[in-house]
């Protein structure tokens, strides 16, 4: 193929290259552009930035939840990759491959995963640490490989119901799925709190008006609407 014939073909995909950068940062994540800039460097390079490294099973202060894993809080409650996006939960970045890094309990509860989860699991905490009279309900995803074959513990295999788990407890690694093989995601863990019902069922995840601010329970600044320019770690 001659170069006349290629240029016109790579013209067009680099245009198309630098106008999805640029709505993603315009509209996407706007409110969040400097937060944003930092977790893509640290992409490049994780050895670069190791204090922006959370631990598995740190807590900062006297909040009710432990850190579920090793990684950079990279994207937050509220935060958005798309317009009209909003994000439900925590992204936490391990800078390693798939089926690496492991995945604690942040918080005890009974565990579920349901019969057709690949990747995902949910624990039910029937007194809210920061409202007991209220159930909450704690979510995890991204435990599979780009094709959906599993790291979640094989203590808790597809159809388990309501098996009490303390803190700490292994749950599994971090992986890519993103619920379509084949069509991978960053290696991350996903969590987020979800309401209940009030029939003892968690609501729909992906809705964030089904989820809570993370912030009290972790003791980290986990709001994008007052967060809007730093990567979260404990003080």
Same mark, same amino acid.
């Given at each position: ?21 640029? $709505? $993603? ?16 460097? +640290? ?21 009710? $939840? ?10 937050? +409650? ?97 992986? @890519? $799925?993103?619920?379509?093989?084949? @069509? ?52």
């Amino acid at each position: 193929m001659s170069k006349k014939t290629i240029l016109p073909l790579v013209i067009p995909a680099f245009a198309i290259a630098i106008a999805g950068i640029y $709505f $993603f940062f315009t509209f996407g994540n706007g409110k969040t552009v400097e937060r944003t800039s930092q977790a893509f460097a +640290w992409f490049n390079d994780p050895a670069s930035r190791p204090e922006l490294m959370m631990t598995l099973g740190s807590r900062c202060g006297d909040a009710p $939840f432990a850190f579920p894993t090793n990684g950079m809080i990279g994207f937050i +409650w509220d935060d958005s990759f798309r317009p009209g996006h909003r994000h439900s939960g925590l992204d936490i970045f391990g800078g390693t491959d798939v089926g690496v890094t492991p995945i604690v309990a942040a918080y005890p509860g009974f565990l579920t995963r349901q019969e057709d989860w690949k990747s995902t699991v949910i624990i039910r905490a029937p007194e809210d640490p920061l409202e007991p009279s209220r159930q909450i309900w704690v979510y995890y995803t991204h435990m599979a490989d780009a094709d959906g074959n599993s790291f979640v513990s094989e203590q808790f295999p597809q159809g388990t119901r309501e098996v009490y788990v303390e803190e700490g407890t292994f749950l599994g690694y971090m992986g @890519n $799925f993103s619920g379509e093989p084949g @069509n991978p995601v960053g290696v991350h863990l996903h969590i987020s709190i979800v309401m209940d019902d009030g029939s003892g069922n968690f609501l729909n995840e992906l809705e964030i008006e089904n989820t809570y601010d993370p912030s009290p329970y972790f003791g980290m600044p986990l709001n994008a609407n007052t967060n809007t320019d730093t990567i979260p770690v404990c003080d």
